[in-house]
Nanobody, 130 residues
């Protein structure tokens, strides 16, 4: 069992930056593919970014088109922590951001589908004002 706890959300003006963190419990974080999703008010979960796991210190990443060039997903296995650096934030980035872990992914594969994830955090609110 893995527990995920997000932090780093808040209120920021358009054009600003935030860094989200996701702290994971357990000793197998380094072998989980990880992802970030978000949910805007009245909308469904939306994929934001994903990162593979790896034994060779090279990771694959994927992003939804609307955040490419603005958001960066990364991981620190020594700290059991996943990050999402968000720059040039827009009001449409507003929502609750969730991190998720896929325990069954092969190395160097990213998981894009919500159904592929096994564990979820409680979420952290990000609000971008115009």
């Amino acid at each position: 069992q893995v527990q995920l706890v997000e932090s780093g959300g808040g209120l920021v003006q358009a054009g600003g930056s935030l860094r989200l963190s996701c702290a994971a419990s357990g000793r197998t974080f380094s072998r989980y593919a990880m992802g970030w999703f978000r949910q805007a008010p009245g909308k469904e979960h939306e994929f934001v970014a994903a990162i593979s796991w790896s034994d060779i210190n090279t990771y694959y990443t994927d992003y939804t088109d609307s955040v490419k060039g603005r958001f960066t997903i990364s991981r620190d296995n020594a700290r059991n922590t996943l990050y999402l650096q968000m720059n040039s934030l827009k009001p449409e980035d507003t929502g609750v951001y969730y991190c998720a872990a896929d325990k069954d992914s092969g190395a160097l594969y990213t998981t894009l589908a919500e159904s592929g994830y096994d564990y979820w955090g409680q979420g952290t609110q990000v609000t971008v004002s115009s």
